[in-house]
């Protein structure tokens, strides 16, 4: 059973902030979000991850709902190089927990 | 820091051929992980190891495939007697000794192509 949802697709307008949303209702207490993205023959690329704060790195910002049901990844100026498909992922942030659930993600692709 | 080491990036096999996959890890990472993509699917999980050791094999065919990461030197895929339905990509991803963040890091991956 997936342990996330996402939306198929989205478009995003190149210079825009991009929203990604994902639900992760039968989240358990001890696993955390990450976010990994995978550009067209290329590796997943990691973004971030966070248990239950905001975070925020170089690369883009995570909210998580207070019941960390849901969150969000936001881009904050989509470029073109930002056309990729967004997995998120749920897992306990310790070394036992490897097998990470890439689902079919969100196809986001920036426009010009 | 370097990512995570693979080659070759892309490798042709006919049918019946070998082929070895090598990565290697991130510097100060004892775990890797090897992947694989078939055409138009997600990622799957195949294999975890740590220097000398298999930990976890459960997602790999039971026939053909072996890997181990030796203590000296990086992490080898093995695919004997190649099919046309190995074909894919295969990506090797690392992370750092239990304890602390344990993000894992992939590799740009090693395209596979039976012919």
């Known amino acids: 059973d997936a342990k996330t949802t996402q939306p198929t697709s989205m478009d995003c307008a190149e210079g825009r902030a991009a929203n990604l949303p994902c639900n992760h209702s039968t989240i358990s207490g001890n696993e955390y979000v990450y976010w990994y993205r995978q550009i067209h023959s290329q590796g997943p690329q990691y973004i971030i991850h966070g248990l239950k704060n905001n975070e925020t790195n170089e690369m883009a910002s995570l909210i998580i709902t207070e019941d960390r049901k849901s969150s969000t990844l936001i881009l904050p100026h989509a470029t073109l190089r930002d056309t990729a498909v967004y997995y998120c992922i749920v897992r306990v942030a310790g070394v036992n927990d490897y097998k990470l659930s890439f689902g079919a993600g969100t196809t986001v692709t920036v426009r010009a | 820091n370097a990512g995570v080491m693979q080659n070759p990036r892309h490798l042709v096999r006919r049918r019946g051929q070998e082929a070895r996959l090598r990565c290697s890890p991130m510097k100060g990472h004892s775990h890797v992980y090897w992947y694989r993509q078939l055409p138009e699917e997600g990622l799957k999980f195949m294999v975890y190891?740590?220097?000398?050791?298999?930990?976890?094999e459960s997602g790999m065919p039971k026939e053909r495939f072996s890997a181990e990461f030796p203590k000296e030197g990086p992490s080898i895929l093995r695919i004997q007697q190649v099919v046309r339905g190995d074909s894919a990509a295969y990506f090797c991803a690392s992370s750092p000794p239990a304890g602390g963040d344990n993000t894992i890091y992939f590799g740009e991956g090693s395209w596979l192509t039976v012919v």
């Open positions: 190891l740590q220097k000398e050791n298999i930990i976890d």
